[in-house]
């Protein structure tokens, strides 16, 4: 479960996108990652419980990635997030109350954007809209 920015929304409404570490109430901009991501997934996804949507940014450093799973990372592809996967959608509510969901992997409804940078780019971020999808029904991605 991801950490509560209750203290931020009750001031500022609703973000317009999340990450691992908060919120973003300007428009996404892969410049706004972390500094060590090469790439960044900005995906809709949604709750397994109640069906909300949000928007979210997966960041990725390959390097991390290497040393941690001993392999290239997975991009996305048409049947599948790869290894962009979100993981438990952002802390909300639902009638009222914390929504179940909050706890259970998301899935992944679409990858609006998709960013890469490292030594091939010069090091800018350079959009590849060849990773980008619609996943149809129930959306994919089970943590799994
Ligand atoms: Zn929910």
């Known amino acids: 479960m991801l ?20 919120v973003g ?3 996404f901009r892969p410049e706004m990652c972390d500094a060590y991501a090469n790439y960044v997934a900005f995906a809709e996804v949604k709750c397994q419980v109640c069906g909300r949507r949000f928007s979210v940014a997966v960041e990725v450093n390959k390097y991390d990635w290497l040393n ?3 392999r290239e990372v997975q991009f996305p592809g048409a049947a599948d997030e790869g290894d962009f996967h979100y993981g438990d959608p952002p802390k909300h509510e639902a ?6 969901g909050v706890t259970m992997s998301c899935t992944t409804r679409k990858i609006i954007e998709f960013w890469v940078r490292d030594t091939s ?10 990773y980008e999808f619609e996943y149809r029904g129930e959306g994919c991605g089970d943590g799994e």
């Not at 950490?3 to 908060?22: A, C, H, M, V």
């Open 3 to 22: 950490p509560d920015y209750k203290d931020i929304t009750s001031r500022l409404g609703e973000p317009l996108w999340y990450d691992g570490r908060g």
């Open 25 to 27: 109430y300007d428009p």
């Open 68 to 70: 941690s799973f001993g």
């Open 95 to 100: 009638g009222g109350s914390l929504c179940p």
């Open 121 to 130: 780019t010069g090091y800018r971020w350079v959009r590849k809209s060849e």
